[in-house]
């Protein structure tokens, strides 16, 4: 299996590429990573260095790649943090020009716009791009419960709230959705649920609450979910699996106090899981 993984890169820590490029090859599956930005470290810390490179050094890349003559051989293209919307448009245009040559390619977005408690964190015409253009583009995105409300307009605080904004953003063009730190009403204090949607179907998965506050973890899920629907066809099975996945890397992460995700400290949880979590329909 080849991804053309196409997101932010950081040079120390664990965010964007360098949280979901380890886990897919863990995994076994051959990364092309395109880098949409490159920074020092992750913007968390509040100071880092780096660029934010633009739509044509993207596309360059591409071009690159096709000139091997491999991208017939893309299974997929996962996106996440976009840095601006021309660099949106070249995403486009890569999973466009992989779909040619492969129509049975698949394109995983996560739509990284914001989340609960710090709002939009992404610059100006980015929410607008991603509900637009490259949400409709897609046939899996991952979004958190804060993009999930932004793409529908509505503001889920039920399970059948979060049920009902699936259902109208697959409307929009993605068959599959992964719907990651959900909230409802129904969720225990002690927990956090995860819901997948896919021909009408639901299935949550619900994991203890941790206490920690790390980046980096939506990157991960978003790749491991990808990788494992592309292999199964089947929503609920990559559910499990790659909320097993997160949840042994983010309690090893909690254990050691670590502010950076030990994404290579706990790489055996991304093929052998410590804990597994029941897949529940609902």
Not at 54 to 77: K, M, S, T, W, Y
Not at 118 to 131: K, L, Q, S
Not at 198 to 224: C, H, K, M, Q, Y
Not at 234 to 252: D, H, I
């Amino acid at each position: 299996m080849n991804v053309l993984s196409i997101q932010s890169h950081v040079a120390y820590g664990h965010v964007g590429n360098a949280s979901a490029v380890f886990p897919m090859q863990r995994l076994g599956v051959e990364v092309w990573p395109i880098h949409t930005v490159q920074f020092s470290n992750h913007t968390g810390y509040g100071s880092w260095k780096g660029r934010v490179f633009d739509g044509p050094a993207i596309e360059d890349l591409v071009e690159g790649i096709a000139e091997r003559g491999v991208l017939g051989r893309c299974d997929g293209v996962l996106s996440g943090y976009m840095g601006s919307a021309d660099i949106g448009t070249a995403i486009l245009s890569a999973v466009a020009r992989v779909r040619s040559l492969n129509p049975d390619a698949l394109y995983c977005c996560d739509p990284v716009i914001g989340d609960v408690g710090r709002g939009v964190f992404v610059r100006p015409g980015i929410p607008e791009f991603m509900r637009e253009q490259a949400v409709p583009a897609a046939d899996i995105i991952t979004p958190n419960q804060f993009e999930l409300d932004y793409l529908s307009g509505l503001t889920a605080q039920t399970l059948d709230d979060v049920k009902q904004a699936v259902t109208i953003v697959q409307g929009m063009g993605p068959k599959v959705i992964l719907v990651t730190s959900v909230e409802a009403k129904e969720t225990p204090s002690d927990s956090v649920d995860l819901v997948a949607g896919e021909g009408g179907r639901f299935w949550r998965v619900r994991t203890p609450r941790l206490s920690l506050s790390v980046n980096g973890a939506g990157d991960a899920i978003a790749a491991l979910f990808f990788v494992h629907y592309a292999r199964s066809r089947s929503a609920p099975t990559a559910l499990a699996e790659a909320a097993a996945s997160v949840y042994g890397l983010l309690k090893r992460t909690e254990e050691a106090g670590s502010r950076e995700i030990l994404t290579i400290a706990a790489q055996d949880e991304f093929v052998s899981p410590t804990r597994r979590f029941d897949v529940e329909e609902v």
